[in-house]
């Protein structure tokens, strides 16, 4: 809804200048899953407000890359923490989506991030909103336990739930999901972002665990086999723990705005997707650049 007649001396704007509302959500590089008896790898941080803007500002956009996995198959290592994602400009306080925690390895504790990575075998998972914001922009990741026969490892947090702990049943043993992600309807749409990745399973007739909503992808083992996928690109996904194989890469961040169309400059860099939905125009940058208000 465009606002008029904002008094902001004082903060660099002149009396009565107008102002609209700019809503922008701000997802961070979600992180790799860790290799052998791997947890799942962190959702990027997810942060969304609503700021009122003055025309003719210039905000920079930097999209955080998902975190690159440990190369080679099989050896122990932690996945990669992904990177940063940040809006920029005066008259707003710089927000900055931090890059999800990367998957534990065997014997290695997950990582703190946006979302916290999943223990690697019988560790625990690292703490989620890290950096600490209000809200939270994402969850823990969750921990291994010492369990044969598949000794599962545990799932990484996403933007809205924590990972799961691996677990044995009696048909066998099951390594743990990922956390959800969070819904936004800023596009128009429900969409799930910054999910985290399932954690692996020790052998493969063990059943790696489920990616969570928003571009978390499955750990490795029973059907999943030779590693695990990267997480979803522009979704701050996490990827799946790996066993034998080599865990995917981070699925990369996205930051959306959604502007008045009334308002709307078309001043902007770095090629995003301009649509509209309702009275308001939506420009979803999967690269960085820049948006003129």
């Known amino acids: 809804m465009t606002s008029f007649g904002y008094n902001v001396l004082g903060f660099g704007s002149s009396l009565g200048a107008a102002l609209y509302d700019m809503e922008y959500l701000v997802v961070a590089g979600g992180a790799a899953g860790g290799n052998a008896n791997g947890g799942g790898g962190g959702g990027g941080g997810m942060r969304t407000t609503t700021t009122a803007v003055e025309a003719g500002v210039e905000y920079t956009i930097t999209i955080g890359a998902g975190g690159t996995a440990a190369a080679g198959s099989g050896p122990v290592a932690v996945g990669g923490s992904g990177a940063n994602s ?53 969850a823990g990741g969750g921990t291994s336990t010492h369990q044969a026969p598949g000794y599962p490892s545990a799932g990484g947090g996403g933007g809205g739930a924590s990972g799961v702990t691996g677990h044995n049943n009696p048909s066998g043993s099951v390594a743990g999901a990922g ?28 059943n790696g665990g489920a990616g969570g909503n928003g571009g978390g992808t499955l750990g490795e083992g029973g059907t999943r086999d030779g590693g695990s996928d990267a997480g979803g690109t522009n979704l701050g996904g996490g990827s799946g723990g790996a066993q034998n194989g080599q865990a995917g890469n981070g699925g990369s961040g996205v930051i959306i705005l959604s502007v008045p169309t009334a308002n709307y400059s078309e001043t902007i860099s770095g090629s995003p997707t301009v649509s509209t939905s309702g009275a308001n125009t939506i420009i979803k940058f999967t690269g960085s650049g820049t948006y003129t208000s």
């Open 179 to 206: 956390g959800n992600g969070t819904q936004s309807s800023i596009t128009g749409s429900a969409v799930y972002y910054a999910g985290g990745g399932g954690g692996c399973a020790n052998q493969d007739q063990w």
């Open 86 to 138: 940040t809006i920029a400009g005066a008259g707003i306080t710089t927000m900055i989506s931090a890059g999800g925690g990367g998957g534990g390895g065997f014997e290695q504790t997950g990582v703190a991030g946006g979302a916290g990575g999943g223990g690697g075998y019988n560790r625990g998972g690292g703490a989620g909103n890290t950096p600490s914001t209000s809200p939270s922009q994402g």
